[in-house]
């Protein structure tokens, strides 16, 4: 997953519109629309063919032609073979099923669970064929993949799917659901659609991060979801959350509408055309609109000299009148103040674009070659274009507030700019010769060379690069804390000392990282020692279900393992059988395992002694069977 902090603090999202909450429209005036699509819905209910409900079963085994089921077994209709052949054996494994039955054949599934779950390593591919489930497909499981299936209703994601899911030339009629999931800590949930066809995606769990190649029509966003991440283009992203939310991701959003939520943050690295606020009360930040462009054409804006006839200005050189010059100088201004603005939209942006290069192409367009002849006879035109070709970047005094932006030093920035007045003299001079100008051009490119070569660009640090250290550090995984591990059933665990170790270094490592002037020294130690401490971290955590410091789950299954013979003093014919005093050894052997499996304080030693005992117990009586 991506650093979501750093994809916000990236992104170049542009937003067209704000919409505030608007008056309920007149119901009176959209009866004939409302009709209409009541009409429309009802054509539309009446020619989805009606499914009989159907049997709920359970798939044990699957056949090259039969399904056997937790009600017996059923042949295969042709339109469901490729649904039920033998390579979705492992996915259907334990599947949960609604089917109808004709004439001991499956003719159609209302319903399908899939339980089966694959790991990071191994996926479980679930291929339909291109058959169709008259109903709704439900994912319990996690690292599945669904293939080639029209499912009629809707698509089910529970909340035993934690890491990943993905869909691949599926076609949804009623939609995706996303069940919530109730934990402490949420990982996130990547989600891949390729060539999926569904109208609406339902996210009710937090932290879900969907990828899709075809554009989604409508997400809806609700309840306590507080992060989500799209990579796609999106028709309607609608968020009505309970409290706080942020949105991840890029591609192109028509329109987000915010019905809920407290803090809602859009700054994301989406192009957001129209957002429109539905909730007064949310407090809603805004998609940052990209300047890049803007900021460029205004670094230089190609004025031309001002003259009433023109017989004041070189040959070489343009004019234009005062008028001419005023229009342009106040779409200039205008442009400024929306570049200036930092909560401009996407639409200030593009509207300031727009009128600034139609102010320009109108400028141009009246411009005129001056009638008057140089001194020095010399051609200014090279010079003038190495002035307004100078591209400016930001100014810093060490670049620590900068984030992957070139700068420079105030000096340097002087510097440039001294060459540049000078060059600029050069060709206002009138009297100006060919060699002034050729001495200009030479002086100027020197600058221009020195001033390149001194921009610098990086997020932080003395000219070090700490990404690597920072990424460490974000992939340091905290367990539980306990005291013995007895309050935890299966759960990784440290000591608080243990866990206070790892912290300290983490600490350190992010001081490193927060020191402008480490060294690349001071990283790869940081880093050395950052990795030392995640080793020891690791090496210290148990996964134990009792115990002060043993697993005592083998010594009680080979105690219930004990079977016990006839006690006889005579015998039995064709039986086993034991003298009485050999059971009693066995059955005290018993006892002593179960007070070791009983003591809270047993250890691993004490676990082994017993086990080594039970078995030698067990070895003594099977040996001491009698059969006559």
Known sequence: MKNKALSTFMATALTATLVLPVAPVNAASSDSSVNQSIQIGERLAATKTKVPAGDAVTITNITKDKVRTSNGQYNISDSLKSLFKTANSTALTNAQATIVVKKGEITSITSLTLKKAGTNKKTVYFDGGDAKIEGSLTVDADYVKVENVAIEDELIVTSRVKKSFSLDKVTIGDGITFKPLTARKINWLNVSLNDVKSATLNVERTKVDVSSNQTISTINVVDKVAAFEVSSNVDKL?????????????????????????????????????????????????????????????????????????????????????????????????????????????????????????????????????????????????????????????????????????????????????????????????????????????????????????????????????TSLQNLINSVQYVTVSWEGNNLYNTPWTTQAERDAIERAVASAQAVVNNYYATQNDISNAIYNLNNAITTYTNAQRNRTNGYYGDKTSLQALINSVQYVAVSNNGYYSTPWTYQYEKDALVSAVASAQAVVNNYYSNYIDIQNATNLLNDAISTYKNAYKYW
């Open 238 to 466: 609608i968020i009505d959350v309970d409290k706080d939310f942020s949105l991840y991701g890029e591609g192109k959003i028509e329109q987000i509408t915010v019905s809920g939520g407290a803090k809602v943050a859009l700054d994301s690295g989406h192009i957001v055309t129209k957002v429109q606020v539905d909730d007064s009360k949310a407090s809603v930040t805004l998609p940052v609109a990209n300047k890049t462009e803007l900021n460029k054409l205004l670094t230089s804006p190609p004025y031309v000299s001002v003259s009433a006839y023109g017989n004041d200005v070189l040959t070489t050189e343009k004019w234009t009148t005062q008028t001419d010059r005023n229009a342009f100088e106040t779409a200039v201004t205008n442009a400024r103040a929306v570049a200036n603005n930092a909560s401009a939209s996407h639409e200030q942006v593009n509207n300031a674009l727009t009128q600034y290069k139609t102010a320009l192409a109108n400028y141009q367009a009246v411009q005129k070659n001056g009638t008057k002849y140089g001194y020095g006879n010399g051609d200014k035109t090279s010079l003038q274009n190495l002035i307004n070709s100078v591209q400016y970047v930001t100014v810093s005094w060490d670049g620590n507030n900068i984030y992957n932006t070139p700068w420079t030093t105030q000096a340097e920035r002087n510097a440039i700019e001294s060459a540049v007045s000078s060059a600029q003299a050069v060709v206002n001079n009138y009297y100006a010769t060919q060699n002034d100008i050729s001495n200009a051009i030479y002086n100027l490119n020197n600058a221009i060379t020195t001033y390149t070569n001194a921009q610098r660009n990086r997020t932080a640090g003395y000219g070090t690069d700490k």
